[in-house]
């Protein structure tokens, strides 16, 4: 692949960092926020949820944009609608002030989700999609890891308010660099044909240091009535709920130790500060979980590794809920960073099956569905995360419940035989 490639790539690692980040706000903040406001467990969960909700809308509606109006298009609008909600969240005066805004900030990120995976696989080469794919999606983790090791510092001198600041101006700073190193790409263009189609797609042709092309080939008469709502039609419908229902399971899995690690870690006595270095462990251990997982797809393929980094998961999360008061920080982060590995990896596995399971016209949109219904299950989850503590459950029963997840998702897609196209 030519520099520029990787280059373009290498945003989108960005992108979904400040995915990682701007989702993990709350977390990072939910010390300072429930001590403030003087929220309990299940009021929190509501708060912690918001930005998710917004994610389901975003995902589903401005995923479909992105297959209309171009991947680059969506990307910038989706930076600028986050840059708000993070900027507008500093100035909250309420729980529901802050839902409110985050839930905004939720849409732009989610709209953002489906627009990058798209351009993750299509400014890659087919011999590279696999290994961009998963680096692409590593960006989660690698921006809860960075983001929490300034956020702990950050946190010892300024309020809570001051992490939705360094989200926002983190997005803000990647406004110019989507504008000027990541081109509308070739495969949007080539289907919708906007006008000027041709010559688009030849410069960043030539931009890559590929041959360009003399004429575009006919499109056949499927292709010019294809729509976005065909993953919803006979030969889509299938790998839609499946990929669909399967990223929500699992999201009710993943989101329980992100959304949850630092206020149980600040129960038991530890410092808001202490309690984001454990949620910074865990996804230290998402990113590296991410990168080999990269490495085995590459070589047994999507599906296999898949299902055993879902069985994994389910153990790990399980395992993050045996411990107790006793257990020093250095555990807690280990049980974190080892749930998390697994839970990554899978993750990792469901975006390359996005990207291999919808074809061009609707990737972006049925990436979009799929996250933005999983998602709906990462909305749930601390919110019954924290009825179920409410309800007089201790950490191993929760945990396990939450894990449980991971175990529907791998019951869905063990029978499901995954197409690429």
Known sequence: MHPLQWVAVGITI????????????????APGIAAQWHVGREALGVVLSMELWGMVAGSIVL????????RRRTILLCLCVMTLGMVMATTATSPLNLSVWRLI???????????????AAELSNLRHRSLAMAIMVIG???GGVIGGLIVGQVLKGQSWRAVFMLGAVATAVFIPLVWLFVPETPAFLDQRRPAGALARINRTLTRFGLPTLDRLAPQSADAARASVLDILKPGLIGTTAVLTLGYFFHAISFYFILKWAPKIIADLGHSPSQAAGVLTAANLGGALGGACFGVFMHRFGIKRPTLIALLASAAGIAAFGLHDKASSLLVWSLAASLGMVFANAAIV???ASFAAGFPTHVRATGT???VGIGRFGGALSPILAGYLFKGGLGLPVVAMVMGSG???AFALLARFRLQAR
Not at 63 to 70: E, K, N, R, S
Not at 105 to 119: D, R
């Open 14 to 29: 960005g992108l979904n960092a400040l995915d990682g980040f701007d989702i993990l706000s709350s977390a990072f903040a």
């Open 63 to 70: 995923g479909g944009l992105a297959d209309m109006v171009g």
């Open 105 to 119: 900030t939720g849409l732009g990120i989610g709209g953002m989700l489906a627009a990058i995976n798209a351009v």
């Open 140 to 142: 989660y983790p690698l």
């Open 349 to 351: 596995g469901f975006y």
């Open 368 to 370: 979009g569905f799929a």
């Open 406 to 408: 991971s175990l529907a």
